[in-house]
């Protein structure tokens, strides 16, 4: 997914500056780096959306902005991707932390994980559940800039050969 393809669905730098509702943020969020479609800001962005979006908590579009400035990543990606995880998806998503908490962890005693144990035990299966976020968003993270990766490389290589029958 090459520069092309993003900037269809992205705004000009200069369409962010006229914003008046980005203004609250000061000079922090007219960052060039930030707003930039180069491969490995939208990477950066990629990895801190994916790795975001697996941790059970509230506020996750905070975080990854937070995080997108202070790691000069691209901003949107980082944003957008951290809807992965939404009110459909987060039960399998937590269900699949736990169950990743518990073998890291070697529990024997697991609880049963449905919504009325999750509420009621909460500080039992707490540890599991974010110790089996963050390896699972370190994975997850990791495959997908991977993936990214290859995929933009393939392409760019791909459109330069284009160019050369040409």
């Known amino acids: 997914m090459p520069r092309k393809k993003l900037k269809k669905f992205l705004p000009t730098h200069d369409k962010i500056k006229k914003q008046k509702v980005l203004r609250i943020f000061g000079k922090v969020i007219h960052k060039r780096e930030i707003w930039s479609l180069s491969r490995k800001k939208v990477l950066a962005g990629v990895f801190i959306g994916v790795f975001v979006s697996c941790l059970p908590m509230p506020f996750q579009t905070v975080l990854a902005v937070f995080l997108a400035i202070i790691f000069n990543a691209n901003l949107p990606i980082s944003f957008s991707l951290v809807f992965i995880s939404n009110p459909v998806t987060m039960p399998v998503i937590f269900y699949f932390e736990y169950v990743i908490g518990n073998f890291l962890l070697g529990s024997q005693n697991a609880i049963e994980f ?3 144990s999750m509420y009621d035990n909460f500080d039992k299966i707490a540890v599991s559940m974010y110790l089996g976020s963050i390896a699972l968003g370190i994975v997850l993270a990791i495959l997908s800039v991977f993936l990214l990766n ?14 050369k029958k040409f």
Request: charged share 30%; no cysteine.
């Open 150 to 163: 290859i995929l933009w490389i393939n392409s760019v290589k791909k459109s330069r050969k284009n160019k």
């Open 114 to 116: 449905n919504f009325n």
